[in-house]
């Protein structure tokens, strides 16, 4: 590691996901110009030296473990609120619940604002202080609002959110708490969305929506070489991770191609397992039908708040890691949502929020469907606390 007092080498510069075209990454970027997101690349042949397994081994517990391989170069803008290096549980009477012989949780309920979209909001925010943003906006089904009202708090940047009026109570709550300039609209998140870009060209707010600024995807990134490490130097045979814009499943999917690059790993791969709600299924729906972009879905509707996106930007990029691992992707309706949040709860201790009961009900549902066998090793992810859907049912 270098001294603290040095700045970071940071990324060397973003490429766009889909033309390959790169831009230099000192200045605030959204989407590339063919509409489509930036990955930020890194210098990983100079970083790998110094950045191995055992390096990284005694350093902070939380995501800014893996500083050599984010965007931040000053230390002084890694705001930090405790996120990322949650646990990963085995969770025995779980796995003989669902018939399999090995499963793990990642209990993402654990950050700071009770969801894993604090790993994402933390590294926007950030970045985006550290490149001169003044004020950032986003629409949220629910859990991003409140991490970003936090991490805004945190670094002094005022916060406008736009949410849905059927947004989980307590996440409305945290969000104004934290003192975030808050908007409801009937709608959906898409719909949301459409306020933001307006705001954003009357007042000049950055945009932190998911994917369309390059930095929440190397937050989520982090979840996959928090896997690596905590199972001891190895990747799961598959990772079960319920997808809405689908941040964490491409950020870990590129998590793994720089581990290869910095031989930390072989070309092995853990299958991607993508889990969506039965009342909004966009990618499932693409992956059966062998597409490689998504229709956006209509009428979306669970109570899966971080679910509930009928279309995301990245699609193509999750559509691509779940075929170049051999995964597949599965609907859950809300009441078997529910129905596992309980066997969850009951089998490990952990209040886990529905999309978390979303991912278990899944693995029983990927073994039928043949797509995952019962001696295959799993990693689900329980992305949220049950806590924060606190008063919400399930409505498909
Ligand atoms: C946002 C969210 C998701 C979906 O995450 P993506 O990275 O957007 O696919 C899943 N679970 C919870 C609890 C969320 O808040």
């Not at 059966?288 to 996106?309: F, H, K, M, N, Q």
Request: overall charge negative; proline content about 7%.
């Amino acid at each position: 590691m270098t001294s603290s007092s040095e700045p970071l080498r940071g990324a060397s510069h973003l490429e766009c996901t889909y033309t390959g075209d790169t831009v230099e990454s000192e200045a605030l970027h959204t989407l590339s110009p063919a509409g489509k997101p930036y990955f930020a690349r890194y210098d990983l042949e100079a970083i790998r030296p110094g950045f191995q397994p055992a390096d990284v081994a005694g350093r902070r517990a939380d995501l800014w473990r893996y500083e050599d391989v984010l965007p931040v170069r000053d230390r002084a803008c890694q705001i930090s609120l405790g996120e990322g290096w949650t646990p990963l549980l085995d969770v025995p009477r779980l796995a003989a619940r669902m018939g399999v012989d090995r499963v793990w949780m990642k209990d993402e309920g654990q950050n700071p604002t009770g969801s894993f979209k604090d790993r994402g909001l933390c590294l926007a925010v950030s970045r985006a202080k550290e490149l001169g943003a003044t004020e950032i906006a986003l629409p949220s089904a629910g859990n991003a609002g409140g991490a970003a009202a936090a991490y805004g708090a945190a670094a002094g940047l005022p916060v406008h959110v736009v949410v849905p009026t059927d947004t989980p109570a307590p996440i409305l709550a945290e969000m104004r708490a934290l003192g975030a300039d808050l908007q409801l609209l009937e709608g959906l998140i898409t719909d949301c969305g459409r306020v933001v870009r307006a705001g954003v060209e009357e007042h000049g707010w950055f945009d932190l929506s998911t994917l369309k600024e390059p930095y929440r995807v190397e937050g989520k990134k982090t979840m996959g070489y928090e896997v690596f490490e905590q199972l001891g130097g190895r990747l799961p045979d598959g990772i079960v991770y319920p997808t809405g814009g689908g941040t964490g499943l491409i950020g870990m999917w590129k998590a793994f191609d720089e581990m290869e690059q910095m031989g930390w790993i072989g070309p092995e791969r853990p299958k991607m397992f993508s889990v969506q709600a039965a009342g909004c299924a966009p990618m499932v729906r693409a992956w059966e039908s062998g597409a490689t972009e998504a229709e956006p879905w209509a009428d979306a509707a669970t109570y899966a708040a971080g679910l509930r996106v009928p279309g995301a930007v990245g699609d193509f990029l999750i559509l691509k890691a779940i075929r170049e691992s051999g995964g597949a992707a599965v609907a859950i309706p809300d009441q078997d949502m529910f129905d596992w949040v309980q066997a969850v709860g009951q089998d490990t201790g952990i209040f886990a929020a529905p999309e978390g009961g979303a991912v278990a009900a899944a693995v029983p549902a990927l073994v039928a469907m043949g797509a995952l066998d019962p001696e295959e090793e799993v990693v689900l992810f329980n992305t949220g606390s049950g806590l924060k859907y606190v008063g919400m049912s399930p409505v498909s």
